[in-house]
């Protein structure tokens, strides 16, 4: 499809129009030192100024609703718009967390009905709604556990992770007081004798995502976890990503004592370009007394906060998390019911092994052929040309598609992590497999000097990292 991104040379809102400067009459009993001196300067655009400007810089970007948007790990899927609509309601949005509770009866509620439906999903019935995003969910799925193994007077110092982990786990280990260490793969999977080989009275926790990064189902997953357990060591969901196995098994069937899951991948809820995320942390009995409070409790048909729970880790967020997300979540768990979560999995799996299918024809595909949500290619032959899995996924961005994931998991030299998940349509798998076909058969000149057709081209992605200019008088101080 031919497609050319809108460039404008769209000036900051600050450029629009000379800003006023205001002179703001103090607060009375604000003390004089924290007075401001200088006057206040604001942009002062008229309300159709605004929406041009914001109109135009979204039309110089890309999203779900633009095109496909593949990105393995990530599960870039529709939100429907009746998510939005009850995030939005005045009662949600006028709603002050430190309300008190009698008057917010409803939203209660509903988390508590979320917290008992993620509960079924995981089989791990004790959910907290804290954490702020799925790495959050890590750090204080890990801080539970540090707590456990403190509560028993026997403190672990390592966390093990496959080689297929998401750079979030090893982080999060680190951040949880814990040593990091990696086991090698074998054929995409975990290797038995390398976690034998690992595990030890050090070990508190191995952290495993099933299926893994590769797409593959961990299949000695109840092996792994007697071996884990029989160390006396935890099993933790990086759950992430639901989306292969709803309805089909869950964590806690296939033995594993803690998991996070994304809300803002699996149930919908926007995400990506600094959208807030919610992750839910669920687990056993046994590690329930260790969640972060407050912990909702219903009594009769009220629903309160409870901070008695003397083994908590305590907060890990201000309030009760992201009670926004929480609410799309729930809408989406309730439109599908059980039938219809068993069919998102069937449909994003069906999707993938589609995919893989007619991709496999244009690039390599490591490991065996059945995959569940995602699957994993390999740029290598592109290395004849002179071209990388960089310089294709670049190219892609000119047939107005996103990328797959590009260099992770790190087994798979020049790996793509293609994951399209329940929300496309066959019409649209087929577009991404011709985009990709047009992208491998076109010129290397071409394939290098891409992108063309976008707003921007290719930019420093190391500069932009290390040297962050996220203000205007950042940017103005810059030379
Ligand atoms: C996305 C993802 C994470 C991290 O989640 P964030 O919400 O981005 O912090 C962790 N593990 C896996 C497997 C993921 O795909």
């Known amino acids: 499809m031919p497609f050319h991104q809108a460039r404008w040379e769209e000036p900051l809102l600050w450029e629009i129009r000379t800003p006023i400067e205001s002179k703001v009459d103090p607060i009375p009993g604000i003390p004089e030192p924290l007075l401001r001196k200088t006057p206040f300067r604001w942009p002062e655009p008229t309300e159709l100024e605004l929406a041009r400007h914001f109109t135009r810089l979204s039309q110089m970007n890309f999203s779900i609703e633009t095109g496909i948007y593949p990105l393995g790990s990530c599960t870039m899927k529709y939100n429907p718009r009746v998510g939005e609509v009850l995030a939005r309601d005045l009662s949600m949005t006028a709603a002050h967390p430190a309300q008190p509770v009698s008057t917010v009866q409803g939203t209660l509620e509903m988390l508590y009905r979320l917290e008992e439906a993620l509960g079924k999903i995981t089989g791990l019935p004790n959910v907290s709604l804290q954490p702020a995003a799925g790495a959050h969910g890590e750090f204080t799925g890990l801080l539970v556990a540090r707590a456990y193994f403190h509560k028993k007077g026997d403190p672990r110092t390592e966390v093990i992770l496959p080689e297929t982990a998401h750079g979030t786990n090893p982080a999060s280990s680190s951040m949880a007081g814990f040593a990091p260490r990696e086991i090698p793969s074998k054929d995409g999977c975990v290797d038995l004798r390398a976690l034998s080989d690992a595990i030890s009275h050090r070990t508190a926790v191995f952290m495993l995502t099933n299926p893994n990064t590769a797409g593959l189902f961990e299949e000695e997953v109840l092996e792994i976890a007697d071996r884990v357990h029989a160390q006396r060591a935890l099993l933790y969901y990086d759950g992430a990503n639901m989306n292969a196995i709803l309805g089909k ?220 200019r996220l203000s205007w008088r950042d940017l103005r101080r810059t030379p």
Not at 285 to 312: I, N, T
């Open 249 to 468: 098994t869950n964590p806690g069937k296939m033995g594993f004592d803690i998991a996070h899951l994304n809300l803002h991948k699996t149930f919908s809820t926007p995400h990506g370009g600094g959208g807030p995320g919610a992750a839910a942390l669920c687990v056993t009995d046994a590690l329930s007394g260790f969640l972060p409070v407050p912990r909702l409790v219903k009594e009769g048909r009220k629903f309160r906060w409870s901070y008695d729970h003397p083994d908590s880790i305590g907060k890990v967020r201000s309030f009760y998390g992201n009670v926004g997300m929480d609410l799309r979540a729930f809408a989406f768990i309730m439109a599908h019911g059980e039938d219809g979560l068993r069919r998102v999995s069937e449909r994003s799996v069906l999707n993938s092994n589609y995919l893989a299918h007619r991709l496999g024809k244009l690039l390599p595909r490591p490991f065996k052929p059945l995959v569940k949500h995602e699957f994993l290619l390999s740029g290598l032959p592109l290395r004849e040309r002179g071209l990388r899995t960089l310089d294709l996924a670049k190219r892609l961005l000119d047939e107005g598609v996103h990328a797959p994931t590009v260099y992770f998991p790190s087994l798979v030299e020049e790996s793509l992590m293609v994951e399209p998940p329940e929300t496309e349509s066959k019409y649209s798998l087929d577009a991404y497999y011709s985009a990709m076909e047009r992208s491998i058969k076109d010129t290397d000149e071409n394939i290098h000097a891409a992108p063309r057709r976008l707003a921007v081209g290719r930019v420093d992605e190391v500069a932009a990292a290390k040297n962050l």
